[in-house]
């Protein structure tokens, strides 16, 4: 992989042009790139809207710039594979843990990062794990299902 002014975006090497270096990743990808499930909620870090995998840790794309990325491999949920993202719709389906989506990617994610085995406080609660995750519509019950029938 090329290091510098370059990104491996969902298995894909992308150029980073100059303009964006100092701009926020998760606009990158957004307006760049229109990898749409990466979205914007709080712009703080604190909601979870906007995870991406950083070299396979799961990161915030509104604390992030372009430069600082640079070289490293990002991972969407785009990128997730296919039968792991429609596993965790049908679960979503049955345990009702949609209602507007926004926290959808956040979640989806952080379930793929989870049991992928990709921690080392696998043993702390859901909840622990899931609290940078942030849904104002208040599924968080239904969303736990799902994560833990996954992981």
């Known amino acids: 992989m090329s290091t510098g002014k370059y990104l491996r975006v969902n298995g894909t090497e992308y150029q980073i042009p100059g303009q964006w270096l100092g701009r926020r990743l998760l606009d990158y990808l957004r307006h760049e790139l229109r990898l749409v499930s990466v979205k914007e909620g709080c712009g703080e870090g604190d909601c979870g809207a906007c995870t991406v995998f950083v070299d396979a840790e799961p990161m915030c794309a509104c604390l992030l710039l372009c430069g600082v990325v ?3 491999n990002i991972i969407t949920v785009e990128g997730l594979p296919q039968d792991f993202r429609q596993r965790f719709a049908q679960l979503c389906e049955k345990h009702g843990g949609l209602q507007c989506g926004y926290c959808t990617p956040g979640f989806t994610m952080m379930s793929a990062w ?3 085995g990709g921690t ?3 043993k702390d609660p859901l909840d622990k794990l899931l609290a940078g995750n942030i849904c104002r519509c ?13 992981t």
Request: no cysteine; net charge positive; hydrophobic share 35%.
């Open 70 to 72: 640079a070289g490293r």
């Open 114 to 116: 989870l049991s992928g």
């Open 120 to 122: 080392e406080t696998g």
């Open 138 to 150: 208040s599924v968080y019950q239904q969303l736990k299902k799902v994560v833990a029938e996954l």
